[in-house]
């Protein structure tokens, strides 16, 4: 099964810069949606961004204008660029594959995980 290792998290100042990576191996990538998902303690896993095998994108209300959504197929990787950062984007950051080329925006769309990067930002 594809294997999605995230990184890039960290502790950021409130209005900073922070750019995730999630690098995907086991399986053929480019043809999979993927998407950015995030979890603060004590609330339910939310939607944050996702992205089309084609390109198209997707973004949650709360983070539009702020966080963009790219992907490298020749590195297998995707990337979430998140500028004007708020204490409330603070959470465990998750990316996460589904089996077909059309974003879901729900966990329950996406069939592969990665285990997680805390971002922390800070007041």
């Known amino acids: 099964q594809v294997q999605l290792v995230e990184s890039g998290g960290g502790l950021v100042q409130a209005g900073g810069s922070l750019r995730l990576s999630c690098a995907a191996s086991?399986?053929?990538?480019?043809?999979?949606?993927m998407g950015w998902f995030r979890q603060a303690p004590g609330k339910e896993r939310e939607f944050v961004s996702a992205i089309t095998w084609s390109g198209g994108t997707y973004y949650a209300d709360s983070v539009k204008g702020r966080f963009t959504i790219s992907r490298d197929n020749d590195k297998n990787t995707v990337y979430l660029q998140m500028n004007s950062l708020k204490p409330e984007d603070t959470a465990v950051y998750y990316c996460?594959?589904?089996?077909?080329?059309?974003?879901?925006?729900?966990?329950?769309?996406?069939?592969?995980w990665g285990q997680g990067t805390q971002v922390t930002v800070s007041s």
């Open positions: 996460a594959g589904r089996n077909w080329g059309a974003i879901a925006t729900t966990a329950g769309g996406y069939d592969y």
């Open positions: 086991g399986r053929t990538f480019s043809n999979h949606a």
